[in-house]
Structures are given as structure tokens and as C-alpha cells.
């Protein structure tokens, strides 16, 4: 009734070397063509249900997949069809008393018509492994989805979890990644079926969700919960960028999930299971993230062409990006994924381990951190440049930790917070805009003492100085009204 499986992307200088390292004596190859079917108006797609009827081999077998955690578990029921030469009709209710089934069925209660929406073409070369106590198949697939005179190519790798423990799923994977360069998609062949049918290119950044708390929940579990959270929103934005499919939005959503994960592994590293390894996944994770906003500066000097230009400048060339790292190389890199998996790994013993008592420890987690954060607001005229970026970086871990937090703490309290810190990061935020922007221009005039147009410009943001650091610190006086917002 479930499918536990990690699918990764391979590198076309890899491809030979995978291909060899999976076609061993005991490997079978195995033609797969499938046809995917939904509504008209693809009410399955839209809730996260696959129907599909696939000739494996000699064999017929129907399939129906629901949406599941975003990671690696996503329900699953196969029936296996007579064989017969032509097609066999496709029914729903082949999958009746599955819940997968029933969703199904509630789906199509009022007689919505099935059509075919796109179709797949894959030679899949499988072999089966026993690692770490359980037994693991890994398929490489070649082929292609078709959806009328579209189509798009597939060469990927799939592991699936047959028996045992899924960490030593993980474990596998980080394996081949390490060897052979592979990167994690979490993206399904379905998806890429359907955005197909679509005639899209790309797809709508994934913006962050609330946890999924187990009910009463240990702090293990809630960190577990926490990290799950995170990487539903990295993972995604994270394939589109690899694959080069990714907008602006997608990278900084997933600029955004980074900050969250990190913010969970680091302010809640106490609650994790393995405390010192919460440490040194947001040690290690600090390196793809800076490199992913590496061309935010340029852009930041960027936006103040417009104001200049007003206030009379001269003509100014900017500093560019061009020597930042491509975010899709970033995020393709076999360090970048490890991390994933070892994320996930660690998120997946958290979720299995309780943990102490809940609402105790977020009350005292977040006073400390409130009290802190109060205590520098309100001395912030006093704060020198690096000072006050260590405090905008503060309140958006204490953010991020009342967000995750939220189902145990006082609902209308939370939400008062939770504006007075966003009223703040903005003003913070357009500070460190203008603090960024300065020292970009700066470092530029030195190299161009003689360019007129960066004195100007520097010379502008001195004279604005005094009046973004009072409309910063303005921005921070609600911090002060919220003193206990915890049960």
C-alpha cells in the first residue's frame, strides 16, 4: 500500500559509468509503456493521484498513486491484470477499499470520464541489492513521456525500499550520489506527464507549509516535523533550479526553505536526537546557501539606478554578477545532495523518537531567544553594522521557530508576534539593503577613485544614512509591545 523510493537525476558524463554499475550478472531488463489517465479538468493531478495502466514486460498492471510526505513515501496499490494482447479497460474501482482508492473514488463520484493525458516509453534496466538490513532495488530508466506531439526525455535512477529499514535506504543513495554525481528530484514522472499535457515549461514556486505535528508531539517529533517541513519546500524548488526550469521566485523560495531548515537545525539542535550532527548540517549547509545568494548583492546595488538617476546622478556602471556560481550548478553538486539525504536521515529518527515535553520547552526555547531579541532592539541606534545583521539573522530564526511552533503556542498571541517581527525584518531589511549596497560601492570606488558616479552614489547613501537607521528603528518598536506570547 506504500512506495518508499528516492529518484535522482544523472549527469550526462555519468551516464555510461551508472549504466554499467547497475547492469550486473543478476540485472534484468524490462520495456515499461504506461498510459496516465485523469479527468478533463484534472482533478487527480490537481489532488496528487497518478492513474496509470502499464505493459511490463509480458504483464499488464494497473496503478494508482497518491501524494504523499513530498519525500520518498507516497501511497501505492498495483493490481496485476490478465494478460491479453490489446490494452485492458482501465478501472477505478480495481482499487476499491485501498485508501488511496476511496480518495479516488470521492474523486470521481459524480461519473467524470477518464481520458488519456500522456503516455511513457521507458527501458528500465533493474538489479536488486541488500545494504544495511534491507533490500533495495535500483531501476535506471531511459526513455521518454509523450503527451501528443510533445515529449520529454527520461534518464534517471530510482531505489526502492523492498524490506528493512528506510535510513538504509538513505544510506544507499548517498552512496551513488558520492560516485557517480547524481542529484535528488523529487519530481515525478506524473508531474512531468501532466506539466506536459500542459504545454508548461515551468511550475509555480512551492512556498512554505506549517509542520504536520504528530499529535502530542515530543520535541523530537516536532523537530523531525520541523526539518520534514522545511525540505517540502527546498526539495522541489531545489529540482527546478538543477534542471534549469526554475524562476527568480523559485530560487529565492528556495533561498527561503534553506533559511527555515537551518534555522530549525540550529535553534532547536537541543531537541534533535543527534545534537552534534543538527550542528554540523547548518554548519555545512552555510556554503551552498551563501553561494546561491552570491549574485544578491549585485542585484541590491542594482535597484538603486532608479533613485539615483532622480536625485541627478551621473551615469554609473555597476558591479554585475558574473562571477557568481550558477545556482543550478549549486544545487546539482553531489555535496548539496548528501546533505539532503543526511537531512532527511535525520529527520527521520527524530519523527520516531518522542522527546520531552513539548509546550515546556518551546515556552522556554522562545523566552530566551524573545528576551534577546528585545533586549537589542531597543538599544539598535547603539549597534554597530555587524551588530545589527546579527540581529536581523536573530529575528528571522525567531521567525521561522514560532512558525514551526504555532499549534503550541497561544494562537492570537503567536500572531501578534509574528507581525511585529515582520514589521521589523522589513525595516532591518531595507537597512541592510542600504549597509550592502554602500560597501558594494565603496569596494568599487577604490578600485575607480576617479569615477564620478560612484562618488556620487556614495555620497547619496551617506547623507540617507541617519534616516534608515531611524525608519529601522522604528520598524522595531512593536518587538517591545509583545512580552509572552507562549501557553
Not at 228 to 238: F, K, Y
Not at 365 to 370: F, T
Not at 431 to 441: F, G, S
Request: hydrophobic share 50%.
Amino acid at each position: 500500500m506504500r512506495e518508499i523510493e528516492l529518484k535522482f537525476q544523472i549527469p550526462a558524463a555519468a551516464r555510461d559509468r551508472v549504466q554499467r554499475a547497475v547492469a550486473t550478472k543478476t540485472a534484468r531488463v524490462l520495456p515499461l509503456a504506461a498510459a496516465y489517465a485523469d479527468t478533463a479538468d484534472e482533478r487527480l493531478a490537481r489532488a496528487g493521484f497518478a492513474l496509470r495502466l502499464r505493459r511490463e514486460g509480458t504483464r499488464w498492471v494497473q496503478t494508482l498513486k497518491g501524494r504523499g510526505d513530498g519525500l520518498m513515501d507516497r501511497l501505492e496499490h498495483e493490481v496485476e491484470l490478465p494478460d491479453t494482447a490489446a490494452a485492458p479497460v482501465l478501472d477505478p474501482a480495481r482499487h476499491a477499499g485501498t485508501p488511496a482508492g476511496d480518495a479516488l473514488a470521492r474523486l470521481l463520484a459524480d461519473g467524470a470520464p477518464l481520458i488519456e493525458r500522456y503516455r511513457t516509453e521507458i527501458v528500465r534496466q533493474l538489479r536488486r541489492v541488500r545494504s544495511g538490513g534491507a533490500v533495495i532495488e535500483i531501476a535506471l530508466d531511459e526513455g521518454r513521456i509523450v503527451a501528443g506531439e510533445r515529449s520529454a526525455a527520461v534518464c534517471e535512477i530510482e531505489f526502492e525500499l523492498l524490506s528493512g529499514p528506510p535510513a538504509a535506504l538513505l544510506a544507499l543513495a548517498e552512496q551513488w550520489v558520492a560516485r557517480h554525481g547524481l542529484w535528488l528530484d523529487v519530481r515525478t514522472k506524473a508531474e512531468r506527464g501532466t506539466r506536459l499535457a500542459r504545454g508548461l515549461e515551468r511550475v509555480p514556486a512551492v512556498r512554505a507549509t506549517a509542520p504536520e505535528l504528530p499529535s502530542a508531539a515530543g520535541t523530537a517529533q516536532a523537530f523531525g516535523a520541523m526539518l520534514h517541513s522545511a525540505l517540502r519546500q527546498v526539495l522541489p524548488n531545489g529540482a527546478e533550479i538543477a534542471s534549469a526550469t526554475g524562476e527568480a521566485e523559485t530560487l529565492h523560495q528556495l533561498r527561503v526553505g534553506l533559511r527555515r531548515l537551518r534555522s530549525a537545525l540550529k535553534v532547536f539542535a537541543a531537541w534533535s536526537p543527534d545534537e552534534a550532527a543538527a550542528l554540523a548540517l547548518d554548519e555545512a549547509l552555510a556554503a551552498p546557501f551563501a553561494a546561491l545568494g552570491a549574485s544578491r548583492d549585485a542585484e541590491v546595488a542594482a535597484a538603486l539606478l532608479a533613485p539615483l538617476a532622480e536625485a541627478g546622478a551621473p551615469p554609473l556602471a555597476l558591479p554585475g554578477a558574473d562571477d557568481a556560481p550558477l545556482p543550478a550548478a549549486v544545487v546539482a553538486a553531489p555535496g548539496y545532495t548528501r546533505l539532503m539525504l543526511r537531512t532527511m536521515a535525520l529527520a527521520l529518527v527524530a519523527l520516531q523518537t518522542p522527546g520531552g515535553h513539548l509546550e515546556r520547552a518551546a515556552a522556554a526555547r522562545l523566552a530566551a531567544d524573545w528576551r534577546e531579541a528585545r533586549r537589542d532592539a531597543r538599544r539598535f541606534a547603539r549597534l554597530d553594522t555587524e551588530q545589527r545583521h546579527r540581529l536581523r539573522k536573530r529575528l528571522k530564526r525567531l521567525r521561522y521557530a514560532i512558525e514551526f511552533l504555532q499549534p503550541a503556542l497561544r494562537p492570537r498571541r503567536a500572531r501578534q508576534a509574528l507581525k511585529a517581527l515582520r514589521v521589523a525584518l522589513d525595516g532591518l531589511g531595507q537597512a541592510n539593503d542600504h549597509a550592502v549596497a554602500r560597501a558594494t560601492l565603496a569596494a568599487r570606488a577604490a578600485a575607480d577613485p576617479s569615477d564620478p558616479g560612484l562618488a556620487f552614489a556614495l555620497g547619496w547613501l551617506t547623507g540617507r544614512e541617519d534616516a534608515v537607521r531611524a525608519e529601522a528603528a522604528a520598524a522595531l518598536a512593536p518587538l517591545d509591545e509583545v512580552r509572552r506570547f507562549w501557553r
